[in-house]
């Protein structure tokens, strides 16, 4: 297992990139990049999908003001492993939104039509 702790300090090109080799080939190591925002917290993750050459899973989290989860959206499955950094989401991402009380952490997930889960 590798890890390499790329772009220090650099909003959205700051994360860890973790390697776990399979075999002696470099062509089907496992990898996933955690980005990171600027309080440490995992706002993307990129990992390779399959088959090995063509594709990125992409995870991607949003925070509130105060620091809460805002959305989460569903995993996407790029047409592409050149990917140079932070990948901003798209409108046409599925995403789960969270609503929380002011004054309690309890949160209510939504999807993204507003219905209650």
Same mark, same amino acid.
């Given at each position: ?9 650099? !909003? ?5 990139? +973790?390697?776990?080799? &399979?075999?002696?080939? *470099?062509?089907? #190591? ?16 990129? !990992? ?5 050459? +063509?594709?990125?899973? &992409?995870?991607?989290? *949003?925070?509130? #003001? ?34 929380? #009380? ?16």
């Amino acid at each position: 297992m590798e890890y390499q702790y790329n772009n220090w300090g650099t !909003a959205s090109f700051q994360n860890i990139y +973790t390697i776990q080799k &399979v075999d002696a080939s *470099t062509a089907n #190591d496992l990898w996933v990049k955690k980005y990171f925002d600027g309080v440490g917290r995992v706002v993307q993750t990129q !990992a390779r999908g399959e088959p090995v050459a +063509t594709r990125t899973i &992409v995870t991607t989290t *949003t925070f509130s #003001d105060r620091g809460l989860v805002d959305r989460e959206y569903v995993p996407q499955d790029l047409f592409s492993t050149s990917l140079s950094g932070y990948k901003s989401t798209e409108p046409s991402w599925k995403k789960s939104t969270f609503q929380y #009380d002011a004054l309690s952490p309890t949160s209510r997930k939504l999807q993204e039509s507003s219905s209650k889960l």
